[in-house]
């Protein structure tokens, strides 16, 4: 039997209050006060993981780590990836480059304290490295970020790019290389469409998902990368106020999310970011490059 592709596991490792739509009634000056639940979310995870044998790359917000410590060393002792999800958990398209430059510094350096392990993937807060912020290559490569995950190549009025490049690939920038891991999207009557990536996860059906994640690996080639919240495996996180639609779009098949990982995990084969890359040059995999 041929062996299967090795695709890539992520958690954006975040409380739910931090998600990108409540930061206007949730703002970082009220995240100590709010019920915590990260860390009981993110063992659900590492149990199914190791259920599975399957190692991931954890893309954690830097405020996290400073105050559970204890949880990224418990993550990176069991042979997972860390990696940067920002400290603050801000968009990058809404800050100045010297304001993203202090994030991921301090980001970097509580992640790196806390794991014993150098950080070297980072990923943008609701993928916000779009055409008019991709001057935040060149600061990450500036902080010795040689990974990206931030790009997801479809249309959408907040955070997509629909003419990137759909899958791995060098971009070439003044301040040196850096590989981009685009999210997974299958391009169907010349659309892109997202399957696996938050939200779309649970808004699908599994079949669709399998049927995508076959369609890259066999048809096209190319490593998939699923995308997953621990807040997405708990029905039962409180709610702040917000509109009606917003509450609908967080939770809606959200009681299906660890079904869907666990049928994903069974059929097919799953690794760190850095896993799947290694395995990707070894192969011979021919690796466009872009100037960005």
């Known amino acids: 039997m041929k062996e299967q592709m090795l695709n890539a596991f992520t958690i954006d490792l975040e409380e ?5 739509k409540f930061e206007r009634v949730l703002p970082r000056e009220k995240w100590d006060d709010l019920p915590a639940r990260v860390r009981s979310n993110t063992i659900r995870i590492l149990e199914l993981l190791e259920e599975h044998k399957c190692k991931a790359t954890f893309f954690t917000v830097g405020w996290v780590a400073e105050k559970y410590p204890d949880l990224i060393r418990e993550i990176a002792n069991a042979g997972h990836e860390i ?7 801000r968009r990058v398209s809404d800050l100045t480059p010297s304001e993203f430059k ?10 790196e304290d806390a794991s014993g392990a150098a950080v070297a993937a980072f990923r943008a807060p609701t993928y916000s490295i779009i055409p ?16 990206d995950s931030s790009v997801f190549p479809i249309h959408h009025h907040r955070y ?8 791995v690939h060098k ?4 301040s040196g290389t850096l590989v981009e891991f685009p999210l997974s999207t299958v391009r169907w009557g010349g659309t892109n469409f997202p399957i696996i990536a938050g939200g779309y996860l649970r808004f699908l059906p599994y079949a669709v998902t399998r049927f995508g994640i076959s369609r890259i690996n066999t048809v096209e080639k190319k490593p998939a990368v699923v995308a ?22 967080h939770k809606i098949n959200i009681d299906t999310t660890e079904k869907k990982l666990r049928q994903a995990l069974a059929d097919f084969k799953f690794g760190t970011m850095q896993e799947v890359l290694k395995n990707f040059f070894n192969n011979g995999q021919v690796m466009e490059r872009q100037l960005g």
């Open 171 to 174: 971009i070439e920038r003044a």
């Open 160 to 167: 997509g790019n629909a003419d990137a490049e759909r899958f």
């Open 132 to 147: 008019s912020s991709q001057w935040a290559w060149d600061v990450l490569i500036e902080e010795g970020f040689n990974i």
């Open 83 to 89: 990696a940067s999800h920002s400290y603050w958990h």
């Open 228 to 249: 997953v919240h621990p807040w997405e495996l708990d029905p039962h996180h409180p709610m702040p106020r917000v509109g009606y639609l917003k509450r609908i779009r």
């Open 16 to 20: 739910y209050f931090q998600v990108s």
């Open 102 to 111: 202090e994030d991921i510094h301090r980001c970097k350096a509580v992640l």
